[in-house]
């Protein structure tokens, strides 16, 4: 047998790991909530009669995946759904292997200005008060995104990023 005499391991070093956690999580509901209380002084209808409009919220989740997937189709990337879709702030999305962190930030401006796009064109189409749950929903929902891709603002420009169950990790190789 013959091995390889060109073979390249990497170690990496952690910088910083981005969770969003069950506080993020019950940030997200208290948000969600104090909205829903605006669009009803906004629309002067009772808070209850749009508990209903809640079932848009789905549709954010799958919007995420498919504008992430189409990213990555587009660019050759290799994306990886993973089974903690309905758990996961990024909705199970993400790469197997650690990526560039230019990558990474690109990939995540797309997602989240190509879901607030697209909910803004829905709203058009939709019932008002279902329009404005869809656009509270696409922001408030894309929090953990955006945070993640505030934080990766002050990695170095060498690091890549791990996406991982429930948060992503920023990791400098050493090799």
């Known amino acids: 047998m013959k091995e390889s005499a060109n073979q390249t391991i990497y ?28 669009i009803s002084f906004y629309l002067h209808i009772p808070a209850a009669r749009l508990i209903v409009t809640l079932a848009i919220l789905p549709a954010i989740a799958v919007g995420h995946l498919v504008v992430f997937r189409l990213y990555a189709q587009l660019r050759l990337l290799k994306p990886q759904t993973t089974a903690d879709m309905l758990v996961s702030p990024w909705w199970g999305s993400g790469y197997r292997l650690p990526v560039p962190i230019s990558v990474y930030r690109r990939g995540e401006c797309v997602v989240l200005l190509g879901c607030l796009f697209l909910a803004a064109a829905a709203y058009v189409w939709l019932p008002v008060e279902y329009g404005l749950t869809l656009l509270c929903g696409t922001l408030v929902l894309s929090l953990p995104r955006l945070f993640a891709l505030l934080v ?8 890549r990023v791990k996406y991982e169950n429930r948060g992503v990790a920023f990791l400098l190789t050493d090799g």
Do not use: N
């Open 11 to 38: 170690s990496y070093k952690l910088l910083h790991r981005f969770r969003w956690g069950l506080l993020g999580h019950l940030f997200q509901w208290l948000l969600m909530g104090v909205s829903m209380i605006a």
């Open 152 to 159: 990766s603002l002050r990695q170095s420009k060498k690091s």
